[in-house]
């Protein structure tokens, strides 16, 4: 089946710091993408729809400066937390369509950042 | 407004009985899907099952089936045979098929289920 990985799985980092995350689709281009942000023991927040080729959508309170979101192709998507701050700590999880075909939201396993 | 409703912040249930999650959407779309999703402790969001707006028969996949009543907007999760590996956060979503052939998902709050042995 169709399957969405995601890159570091977890990751600490120091206030300040930047950090990339990584989501792949690997049996399936996907041209959209989309990041959502978790905190503990509540539902999944959309943050942004990741575009290949164009701009990405960003999500009313979602800070484009500190969220940049670059889809270069049809199989990669990435987050990158820009000036980290420990209120950036949280669980990330990237997800795609493959259209056309199964319907179902195929989720990466999601990415824990803890900032210091 | 919210466009997706799961109102049992917490479910128990014993070891071998059903249980029902409840769900309830709001849209103004023709064309939509619904769907719930697993989550266990590790966070890894498991798909469990589908339903399509025009589907006219209820999904099901195993041990779950979905109960659908699109007059009433509900779209509830049915977990027959409970097990022990069932315990998990589950999450009622909803797909609108918007303009220009995108598509936007839409979470829940979810529920917090717990199965005792």
């Known amino acids: 089946g169709a399957v969405v990985s995601q890159h570091p799985s977890w990751v600490i980092c120091k206030s300040g710091t930047s950090v990339k995350i990584e989501c792949r689709s690997l049996?399936?281009?996907?041209?959209?993408m989309f990041w959502y942000r978790q905190f503990p023991k509540q539902s999944l927040m959309l943050m942004a729809t990741?575009?290949?080729?164009?701009?990405?959508?960003?999500e009313q309170g979602v800070e484009k400066d500190k969220f940049l979101i670059n889809h270069a192709s049809l199989t990669l998507s990435t987050l990158t937390v820009t000036s980290a701050h420990p209120e950036d700590s949280s669980f990330y999880i990237c997800s795609a369509f493959r259209l056309p075909g199964p319907y179902e939201q195929y989720f990466g396993p999601g990415t824990r950042l803890t900032v210091t | 407004a919210q466009k997706i409703t799961q109102t049992q912040p917490g479910m128990f249930v014993q070891e071998k009985e059903a249980v029902t999650l409840d769900c309830t959407y709001d849209?103004?779309?023709?064309?939509?899907?619904l769907f719930w999703y697993k989550q266990p402790s590790s966070g890894e969001m498991i798909f469990l099952i589908y339903?399509?707006?025009?589907?006219?028969q209820n999904a099901t996949e195993g041990r779950y089936s979905l109960n659908f009543q699109k007059a009433r907007k509900s779209a509830n999760l049915v977990i027959s045979a409970s097990q022990l590996g069932d315990s998990a956060m589950y999450f009622c979503a909803m797909r609108e098929h918007l303009s220009g052939g995108s598509y936007i998902p839409t979470f829940g709050r979810g529920t917090s289920l717990i199965v005792h042995p």
């Open positions: 849209t103004s779309d023709q064309s939509y899907g």
């Open positions: 339903q399509g707006s025009y589907d006219e």
């Open positions: 990741s575009n290949e080729g164009s701009k990405a959508t960003y």
């Open positions: 049996d399936f281009q996907a041209t959209t």
